[in-house]
């Protein structure tokens, strides 16, 4: 019965998607209120029924009906209780469900602003996300209905992957599939812009909050998988360059290049084409990322089941392309582009070499993720791109990028000078160089890394902070207000820029965590008898016994190690390993004691059934613990840029078009 | 400005990237393809798990039908495993010798596994993983087809139908050894 | 006499010995970079917790102790499962294609946008419509203080 109505409701929600989709392409070309109106109730219609997809799902895999083949495959009846919840999107049809569950809740949200913007812009994003909104639930209810039964119900379910079976599996996919899903509606936007044949800062505008929300939240999602794989995949990295990582990365670093460049269209009518292309890639390569995931065209830890799904993905994925980038060049004479520049050096031009580095960036690694499948294609011969090439390769970039994190935010619009530059740049310069100086003899980091891995760090963050000392000064002595509040009113008033700048530090701040935990990483693998220690760096580590304990889904085998610094016990460790009945090779559960400074990460690699002997991976990452720092400031400062302020009065003066009145433009959300 | 047929590069240039791609539905990343096949077989020596001592030069004059599996590799090892039992049967008479190669397992599991076929052709543990590693192994079942003379002259990834014996061991029967 | 030879003998033997065992470890983990887990998705031989990886670490320090080199052990790798067993492709032939493409990539794009900018600083800027002088001292003082 359930699982009927679940699908039904599935199925209600894609006609009513078309509905929507006609409606609101109505309302963009008539005044009446009534189309509008009607898109807003469709889109509230469609949110209910997804919503109810959704529970329905949820109450089949809370009460283990394996009549259904999706129950049947992600959950087991001993599961706790969490983990049938995450199971929802712990396999594709469920993950299917889950994304267009937040389009059709970013579908509500946009329909609810409409009324707010100016009749075409509305009316034509909402049709278009109506029209993706579509796209998804025809997946969802045709293709790969999570709501199948099997021809005789099972016993018993298989279990969810053992590797999702970790609290973080409720959060990570979450933020993540919320960056995709919210790049979607500036790309509504700009398609939008494109169909009413108005191209001009109103959609900027209307979009910006949106843009870096998603931004916000596909940022938070990358790093909090990069954790999540630290912490419990018992390898000791955070990034492997799968295809499917790259596949989050490619759209973070076109998301982050448009979250840039849009700010000089803002300003003059420059880059529009540009900023059209940038958005409809950002959205295409989000498309990419599910097509890799769900195809099996390449192999990846992170790979779905494949089938059907595949080809209607990538048909889907050559629409958008092929569609936004032809309505494009239909529109090109209509954009009403005048590229102008005073000087080459100006924050226009930086922010071109900017876009030009970020868009190089997302080439090498989009470049280096298909080539298995060119070279396939070409030769007949299967090949590997994997971390030695990539760490190879996009180091230069990475570093240019610094460089310009630190440089950039000094350049003045329209007019820069070079020699004003130069003396910015002087005191970070030099503070990177003494901080460098010191580390390298103090610290006895080997000189090379550390002109690679610190100076250019030190330099960004000497920059970004003397930009906030600058800027806090000079309020203070026009308002003669205290230190604190300075800032504070700083990143009240231009909360935009600020914010802005405190990503930068936190990039900085992940970069440095990047650089120490490779190069200074230190491992050993040894096989320990009972009582038997290792030495690694200036721990002692010491093996004390095994045991063993059931767990509702598992045998959990745990070693016992105290942690000895010099003779004081520093604390105890339970690296062990998780033995699954439906899988042979057992997952690892790390005993790591995490520090600001380094972080003591042990692996248990293998042991002796009769407790006697264990081989333990005892690895010392220096600084990693900065990188996830890092990423709490990223996010911090992310959300200062896009938090909602006090509103201010806005007086509406006509102008003609291509004068920009300053801080007119924070009232739109 | 751009001319206006030069602007239709901008989508079209999408093209050849989408064909790769569709192109990748008809490969399978996984299905690596072995360079070992038309080469001489690597030697090795291995114990069986009835004690006795068996090798590659052991059987030479004979077609050896050689296959990795595991316990755990459910379900293409217990697909295969009365195909291959049955395949023994019916060549072992004509000179081909059918021999099993145990990884990445425990004891008492693969007697349990051999116990549950009723295999009597010859199997035996690689408890290093040095033969699997000389065979080029990456996954289990598969199975490598040796001539009279040493040399691979096939490889299946997967579990083993009859068709092997068919169409890759019949062929060789006729050959003369050595 | 004789015996205190034996014993310096020895000694260095030993010496030998835990010295080539302590360069060993190190190498073996750089090869095992260098190669991929057969097994598993994407990882190294180095990172990789399965036993089929740690079978084939034991494979590259027995090569290594046996006094082969290093690009022997890798070659002994590709001998048997092909270059896919390479994590970074072998720069030659076609492969070539992969390690200047990054590069090409980004000098291409420095040339388009140095013509782009360039051509953008020679047009001269159309100037903004019938905007008060007042205003626009106005305007550009607002701009500052928001820049600042």
Same mark, same amino acid.
Request: hydrophobic share 50%; charged share 15%; proline share 5%.
């Given at each position: *019965?359930?699982? &009927? ?42 949110? /209910? ?72 812009? +509305? ?79 109103? !959609? ?29 995949? +018992?390898?000791?990295?955070? !990034?492997?360059?799968?295809?499917? &990582? ?7 670093? *076109? ?8 700010? /000089?269209? &803002? ?58 980038? +032809?309505?494009?060049?239909?529109? !090109? ?71 310009? *994190? ?38 006895? $980091? ?113 070693? &016992? ?14 690296? +062990? ?19 600001? *400074? ?41 959300? $200062? ?29 | ?7 239709? @590069?901008?989508? @079209? ?6 064909? @790769? ?158 | 006499?004789? #015996? ?9 033997? =030993? =010496?030998?010995?835990? =010295? ?16 991929? %887990?057969?097994? %598993? ?12 990886? #740690? ?34 492709? #072998? ?12 590069? =090409? ?16 600083? #020679? ?26």
């Amino acid at each position: *019965m359930i699982p &009927e109505i679940g699908h039904a409701a599935l199925i209600v929600a894609l006609v009513l998607s078309l509905y929507g989709a006609i409606v609101a392409a109505l309302s963009a070309r008539s005044a009446a209120p009534r189309w509008l109106a009607a898109a807003r109730h469709t889109a509230v219609a469609q949110f /209910v029924l997804v919503t109810g997809a959704g529970v329905a799902l949820e109450y089949l895999l809370i009460t283990s009906d394996f009549s259904v083949r999706y129950v049947a495959n992600t959950s087991i009846s001993t599961s706790p209780l969490r983990y049938k919840v995450a199971g929802l999107w712990g396999a594709l049809e469920g993950s299917i469900l889950l994304w267009e569950w937040l389009q059709a809740l970013f579908v509500l949200l946009v329909a609810r602003k409409a009324a707010t913007l100016r009749r075409e812009l +509305g009316g034509y994003t909402l049709a278009v996300l109506f029209v993706v909104s579509g796209v998804f639930l025809l997946l969802a209810a045709v293709i790969t209905n999570p709501f199948e039964r099997l021809p005789t119900p099972a016993a018993e379910g298989r279990g969810l992957n053992p590797l999702l079976e970790v609290t973080d599996m409720l959060i990570h996919p979450l933020l993540l599939y919320t960056g995709y899903v919210g790049f979607g509606v500036p790309y509504a936007f700009a398609l939008a812009a494109l169909l009413a044949g108005r191209v001009d800062e109103t !959609w900027l505008t209307a979009t910006r909050r949106w843009t870096v929300t998603a931004w916000l939240f596909l940022s938070a999602g990358i790093l909090y998988g990069g954790w999540w794989s630290y912490r419990t995949l +018992g390898w000791g990295g955070y !990034w492997a360059w799968d295809p499917v &990582e790259n596949a989050s990365l490619m759209p973070w670093l *076109m998301g982050t290049a448009f979250v840039h460049s849009v700010m /000089v269209q &803002e300003r003059r009518p420059m880059l529009k084409i540009w900023n059209l292309t940038l958005i409809t890639l950002t959205f295409a390569l989000t498309i990419f990322g599910t097509f890799l995931t769900r195809s099996g065209v390449l192999s990846s830890v992170h790979a779905f089941a494949s089938g059907a799904v595949g080809p209607f993905l990538l048909g889907y994925f050559a629409v958008i392309l092929l569609g936004s980038l +032809g309505l494009l060049v239909w529109r !090109w004479d209509r954009l009403g582009e005048r590229a102008e520049l005073e000087t080459l050096l100006s924050r226009e031009s930086v922010f071109l070499v900017n876009n030009l580095l970020l868009v190089a960036f997302c080439f090498t690694v989009f470049f280096g993720t298909i080539f298995p499948l060119l070279a396939e294609a070409v030769r007949g011969v299967k090949v590997s791109v994997g971390v030695p090439y990539f760490n190879l390769v996009t180091v230069p970039i990475i570093l240019l990028i610094l460089v310009m *994190m630190g440089a950039g935010p000094l350049v003045p619009w329209r007019q820069g000078s070079w020699g004003r530059l130069a003396r910015l740049l002087r005191l970070p310069a030099v503070l990177a160089l003494l901080g460098s100086l010191a580390l390298w003899l103090v610290g006895g $980091v080997r000189g090379d890394l550390v002109a690679l891995g610190y100076t250019l760090p030190f330099f960004v963050a000497a920059a970004v902070m003397l930009e906030f000392w600058r800027a806090a000064r000079g309020r203070r002595r026009a308002t003669g207000e205290g230190l604190p509040t300075a800032f504070a009113r700083l990143l009240r008033q231009n909360h935009r820029r600020y914010g802005g700048l405190i990503v930068h530090l936190g990039v900085v701040l992940i970069a440095i965590g990047v650089a120490a935990s490779s190069v200074g990483k230190v491992e050993r693998e040894v096989q320990l008898q009972r009582g038997e220690s290792l030495e690694l760096g200036r721990y002692r580590l010491r093996f004390d016994g095994l045991g063993a304990s059931e767990q509702p889904t598992h045998l959990l085998v745990s070693a &016992e190690v105290q942690v000895f610094e010099g003779p004081r016990l520093l604390t105890t460790l339970r690296p +062990g390993q998780r033995l699954y009945p439906t899988s042979q090779s057992p997952f690892a559960t790390v005993g790591v004691r995490y520090g600001l *400074m380094r972080d003591l990460y042990v692996i248990l690699a293998g042991f002796d059934r009769e407790g006697r002997w264990a081989t333990f991976k005892a690895q010392i990452h220096p600084m990693i613990a900065w990188i996830w720092l890092g990423g709490g400031v990223v996010v911090l400062g992310g959300l $200062v840029a896009v938090w909602p302020l006090r509103q201010r009065v806005v007086t509406t003066v006509s102008a003609p078009e291509g004068v920009v009145i300053a801080g007119a433009s924070e009232q739109a959300p | 400005m751009i001319g206006t047929w030069k602007r239709w @590069l901008v989508p @079209l240039a999408a093209v050849p990237v989408l064909g @790769l791609l569709a192109y990748g539905f008809r490969t399978d990343p996984r299905a690596i393809p072995s360079p070992l096949v038309g080469r001489s077989a690597a030697a090795f020596s291995l114990t069986t798990f009835d004690g006795q001592p068996v090798s590659l030069e052991a059987y030479r004059g004979r077609v050896i039908v050689l296959n990795f599996w595991a316990s755990w590799c459910y379900p293409a090892c217990y697909e295969e495993a009365p195909v291959l039992e049955a395949g023994w049967r019916a060549y072992r008479d004509r000179g081909v010798v059918v021999l099993g190669v145990d990884i990445q397992d425990t004891e008492a599991a693969a007697r349990r596994f051999i116990a549950q076929f009723g295999l009597t052709f010859p199997n035996a543990p690689d408890p290093t993983g040095r033969v699997s590693i000389d065979y080029g192994v990456y996954g289990v079942p598969e199975t490598f087809v040796i001539d009279q003379r040493g040399k691979i002259r096939a490889k299946h990834v997967g579990a083993v139908t009859e068709a092997l014996f068919r169409e890759k061991v019949e062929p060789l029967l006729g050959e003369a050894p050595g | 006499m004789r #015996r205190g030879s034996i014993v310096l003998l020895v000694g260095l033997l =030993a =010496a030998a010995w835990v =010295a080539e065992a302590a360069v060993n470890e190190d190498q073996v983990t750089a090869i095992a970079t260098q190669l991929r %887990c057969v097994v %598993c998705q994407n990882l190294s031989v180095a990172d990789s917790p399965s036993e089929m990886a #740690r079978q084939m670490r034991d494979v590259i320090r027995e090569r290594l102790a046996r006094g082969e080199s290093p690009e022997q052990v890798v070659a002994y790798f590709v001998d048997k499962y092909g270059e896919w067993i390479l994590l970074s492709p #072998r720069p030659q032939g076609f492969n070539l294609v992969v390690w200047v493409a990054p590069f =090409a990539g980004l000098f291409a794009g420095l040339g388009v946008v140095l013509l782009v900018v360039l051509r953008w600083t #020679r047009r001269p800027a159309a100037p903004p419509e019938a905007l008060a002088p007042a205003d626009r001292e106005r305007v550009r003082a607002e701009l500052e203080r928001l820049d600042e």
